[in-house]
């Protein structure tokens, strides 16, 4: 049973470019949570959807970002117009329910580097 | 004042030597917490949930004092291998299972 898988591992961006990051859940999970950890920081909660449903984007900046899970492939999260402080390391978690006690796996996640 | 603090460390120990970690929370109404463990350049893994009645796996012991809103983890028999980040990790309010995480705290096992 693979786990939550993130692609591509690292993507290089110049500014102004688009950049889509992917996210597959575990097997018969539902739910995706996005989370961005800035260097030398902890990680920031971004967003939480369930299929084809966003759920909670309060942590998602309020331009140029945008996420979706659709019925059928992984989640994305896209970030148009990218600037240098876009540069993290973006990651995904899923969980089959939402209920507070399950602590989540993570994907291996996605090193944005805006040049 | 952050939602979650923890002492950013690091923790230089010789291998052999127990170790505590605390961490403090500011939100009463937090529900789950957790210690996670992050390598560097790496996803942070879960190590383990903590209760009020404590729990431990091997080595580790974990605490939760809802009171005080504080957080412990307890490491015995340090291990080059345990040297890592710890991130103390709360479950916050509202629907879904959104995770506060701290900034962590760095340990550093030498020989």
């Known amino acids: 049973n693979a786990g939550v898988m993130q692609n591509p591992r690292h993507l290089v961006r110049r500014r102004g470019q688009e950049a889509r990051l992917r996210c597959s859940p575990m097997?018969?999970?539902?739910?995706v949570y996005w989370y961005r950890q800035l260097p030398e920081e902890g990680l920031k909660f971004m967003v939480y959807?369930?299929?084809?449903?966003?759920?909670?984007e309060s942590g998602m900046p309020k331009e140029r970002f945008s996420a979706e899970f659709p019925k059928e492939g992984p989640s994305i999260l896209r970030i148009q117009q990218v600037v240098r402080g876009d540069s993290a390391a973006y990651f995904c978690?899923?969980?089959?329910?939402?209920?507070?006690?399950?602590?989540?796996?993570f994907g291996s996640g996605t090193r944005l580097t805006v040049v | 004042r952050k939602e979650v603090e923890q002492d950013p460390g690091p923790f230089n120990v010789p291998e052999g030597a127990t170790v505590a970690f605390n961490c403090t929370y500011s939100n009463s109404a937090s529900q789950s917490f957790f210690w996670y463990r992050q390598d560097c350049r790496k996803e942070p893994k879960l190590l383990m949930s903590v209760y009020s009645s404590g729990n431990e796996d091997g080595r580790f012991t974990a605490q939760l004092n809802r009171a005080s809103q504080y957080i412990s983890l307890l490491i015995r028999d340090s291990k080059l291998s345990d040297s890592a980040t710890y991130l103390c990790?709360?479950?916050?309010?509202?629907?879904?299972?959104?995770?506060?995480f701290g900034t962590g705290t760095q340990l550093k096992v030498e020989l």
């Open positions: 959807l369930q299929k084809e449903n966003i759920i909670d």
């Open positions: 990790v709360v479950t916050a309010t509202g629907g879904g299972n959104k995770l506060t």
């Open positions: 978690a899923s969980s089959p329910t939402p209920k507070r006690d399950y602590g989540y796996t």
């Open positions: 097997k018969g999970h539902s739910h």
